[in-house]
């Protein structure tokens, strides 16, 4: 269990660099498999499961829901082994949560770190149900000395060179929160197969690396996990050498629905002149939004926020803008309640991870 890096199979594969040319046929097979929230989407305070965001690293699993039990071992005083009726009948909790994977932003990096390429899309809220974890782990005992727990999907694949179960931990304090569920529903039904099913993890306020699916073991460690998700690839790093900060929490974020009707081929979008009402949400995982700022071209104002409907979820902001013909970029930025800002121009990073520049909306007005 406690596998380091060198003990892991490897697998030769060549690792590109980080580039400036086009998009590669690799990205695009990625981006085909892995798709984004449509932006009009952001209009539903709860995302229909079939416009969730998706990010599936490996192929999904087949999982027998009758076969298939959760495993809760390492160094616990009592292992424990659970159906899914087990786990249905214990306490039952539902919890809106937004979540956004890591490498959201990624593709408007410059040099691109070569992956999953997301532009601003990567960003989603379902209502989950669940049971919570530390019920569970307080039942199972925790032996002295246990510091992470390691939450194993049933996928399984190789990345870069690394051959491996998909794999995170925790620390026993962020493990241990009451929000933190197994859950086994999203938006009132069974999980889809692309999103977990039978079981997967939810930490609220984390990147959705965090949020493990097709859950199948659990494991109580006393040393720090070494698996490739953990200390390889979700890293705050400014070069290949660099041994990186793990990436965490969410940055907080604004995203604005873009108004008006696109142009097929650009997404540019084309809007009457008038009064118009512009609409987006904004998260962080970081504390609460305090402030959402709108801008047209080098002009900003401050937007009004609605309130979340969870303590882990968007909120909504809104704000009347007079159009005035011509071309214009329209953008917005959130701050949380911790002080956090997007900033306009975020440091980069050599795998692409947790880029929260803010997005732009280019709009002709008629
Ligand atoms: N087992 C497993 N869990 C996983 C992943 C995966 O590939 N395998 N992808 C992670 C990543 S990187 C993200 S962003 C979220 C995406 O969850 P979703 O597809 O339900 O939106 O799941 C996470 N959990
Ligand atoms: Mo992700």
């Known amino acids: ?45 709860i995302t229909p499961t079939g416009l969730h965001y998706l990010l599936v690293h490996f192929d999904i699993p087949l999982v027998d829901a009758a076969a298939w039990r959760l495993r809760l071992g390492g160094k616990v005083k009592k292992e424990m082994s659970l159906s899914l009726e087990d786990l249905r009948s214990r306490p039952r909790c539902t919890l809106p949560v937004t979540f956004e994977c890591a490498g959201n932003g990624r593709a408007r990096l410059s040099p691109r770190p070569i992956s999953q390429p997301w532009l601003n899309e990567a960003v989603s809220t379902a209502e989950w149900t669940g049971t919570p974890l530390a019920n569970l ?7 002295p000395g246990v510091v992470e727990l390691v939450f ?22 962020e493990a241990m929160h009451p929000e933190v569920l197994l859950v086994y529903e999203m938006n009132g039904r069974p999980l889809e197969p692309q999103h977990g099913f039978p079981l997967r993890l939810i930490v609220p306020g984390w990147y959705g690396m965090t949020q493990v699916k097709w859950l199948s073991r659990i494991d109580a460690v006393s040393a720090a996990f070494d698996g490739y998700q953990q200390r390889v690839a979700y890293l705050y790093k400014r070069n290949a050498d660099d041994p990186g900060e793990p990436v965490t929490r969410m940055r907080p974020r604004a995203l604005l629905a873009p108004p008006g009707f696109p142009d097929y081929l650009t997404r540019r979008r084309i809007l009457d002149r008038g009064r118009i009402a512009v609409h987006g949400r904004a998260w962080s995982g970081q504390g609460s939004i305090s402030r959402v700022e709108f801008c047209v071209d080098d002009r900003s104002f401050d937007a009004a926020l609605g309130k979340a409907s969870g303590l882990f979820s968007w909120c909504a902001w ?16 959130a701050t949380d309640s911790a002080g956090n800002v997007q900033p306009t121009d975020p440091p980069w990073n050599f795998q692409g991870m947790g880029n929260n520049l803010a997005q732009e909306v280019s709009v002709t007005v008629r």
């Not at 594969?13 to 590669?24: H, N």
């Open 152 to 173: 194993t999907g049933a996928d399984h694949g190789v990345e870069k060179e690394y051959e491996h179960d998909y794999a995170r931990s925790l620390s026993v304090n």
């Open 1 to 45: 269990m406690e596998s380091r890096n060198d003990t892991l199979p490897r697998i030769t594969a060549t690792v590109p660099e980080p580039t400036t040319g086009p998009l590669s046929f690799e990205e695009l097979q990625l981006a085909n498999r892995n798709r984004g929230l449509p932006l009009e989407a952001l209009r539903y305070d």
């Open 318 to 333: 809104g704000v009347e803008w007079d159009t005035t013909p011509g071309e214009h970029v329209l953008s917005c930025r």
């Open 137 to 143: 782990l307080d039942e199972a005992g925790l032996a």
